[in-house]
């Protein structure tokens, strides 16, 4: 006893037992914090704007596969709405009772909805197939016919297209907006002193708006043939409802149009113009007048007035001039070409 007194002082034993919790302190702090690290691990981490667990990453294969599904889906939704746009034509054609369409007519709606399918982009104007409703006289020249049509004009390039025009010889039919008729009159003037034949687009160009009724139909029209003779003086009844006549012109509608006097033209070329926004609406014309080689009648060429189709133009008319086609302005008395 005396010995283990001498050998361990107060000071040293307090100094052994001091160490001693200090080690413990620290095996007991590390245990816990790695605890600690391992619970943390476990949970996924959050999104600093929701304070939200955030996802794990989508692969790229399922954003594809996501996409090609979500197109695909598009794709059926414009078959079907084709598919009941040519349905109804059918049943207007037989109440009416019109003559069944020739084979002819049939293997050429099948035609234009496979190249709708494939390489062309949809129909902005109307997916529905136009019926054979064709001037089949040739003109006196003999040379096959063509009619340009302008919509939505006019604008402050007219005069460059009817340059251009001039310069191949040809004549075109201008379909205008009540408000453009306004904004642009030495346009429409310059229209009417060259041959061209110019008609109506509506006021509005809206199909909510233009084809809510039978009365507001004719009264959009009333007034943009108004405003044509006041600043054109042309009495004008030619014309082009926006985004073409079916499937929004009831039978209801076109009857009213007709008894009113006007006369209703829509297109059996549609260029695209709207759509590719480059010279591809030309090669897309060229395209589907290949296709028409061996129907009768008049090509009636869809066109906007746009400077990507002013752009453009001088290549369309070369071909058609080059091909022996006469580009005619729409008259009055010829027949006009309808959905």
Do not use: C
Request: hydrophobic content about 30%; proline content about 6%; overall charge positive.
């Amino acid at each position: 006893m005396g010995i283990f007194k001498s050998n361990w002082s107060k000071g040293t034993l307090i100094a052994v037992i001091g160490v001693t919790l200090l080690f413990v302190g620290i095996f007991i702090g590390n245990y816990f914090q790695v605890k600690a690290v391992g619970k943390e691990s476990r949970i996924p981490p959050k999104n600093e704007a929701t304070n939200l667990p955030m996802k794990k990453n989508v692969s790229t294969e399922m954003i594809v596969r996501n996409t090609n599904d979500l197109k695909l889906e598009k794709e059926m939704m414009r078959k079907k709405q084709e598919e009941a746009v040519i349905w109804r034509n059918n049943q207007e054609r037989e109440s009416s009772k019109v003559p069944n369409p020739t084979t002819t007519d049939i293997a050429a709606a099948h035609s234009t909805t496979k190249d709708n399918t494939t390489s062309q982009p949809p129909t902005k104007e109307s997916n529905a197939t136009p019926s054979k409703q064709q001037n089949t006289q040739p003109s006196k020249s003999g040379k096959k016919i063509v009619y340009l049509t302008f919509d939505d004009g006019p604008a402050a390039f007219s005069d460059q297209i009817i340059e251009l025009l001039e310069k191949y010889q040809f004549k075109a039919t201008f379909f205008m907006i009540d408000g453009n008729i306004r904004r642009y009159p030495e346009a429409v003037k310059l229209m009417t002193e060259s041959g061209e034949t110019v008609g109506l687009h509506s006021v509005s160009h809206s199909q909510k708006k233009f084809y809510k009724s039978k009365k507001t139909v004719l009264s959009e029209l009333t007034q943009n043939r108004n405003t044509l003779e006041e600043v054109a003086g042309v009495n004008s009844f030619i014309m082009r409802t926006p985004y073409g006549s079916a499937p929004n012109m009831t039978p209801e509608y076109k009857k009213a149009v007709k008894e009113n006097g006007y006369v209703m033209w829509d297109w059996n070329i549609d260029s695209k113009d709207w759509y590719y926004k480059d010279k591809r609406y030309v090669d897309s014309v060229i395209a589907q007048i290949k296709q028409k080689k061996d129907q009768n009648g008049p090509l009636v060429i869809l066109l906007h007035e746009r400077k990507e189709t002013l752009a453009h133009l001088p290549m369309l008319l070369d071909y058609l001039k080059k091909q022996g086609y006469e580009g005619k302005p729409i008259e009055k008395t010829t027949p006009p070409v309808q959905f």
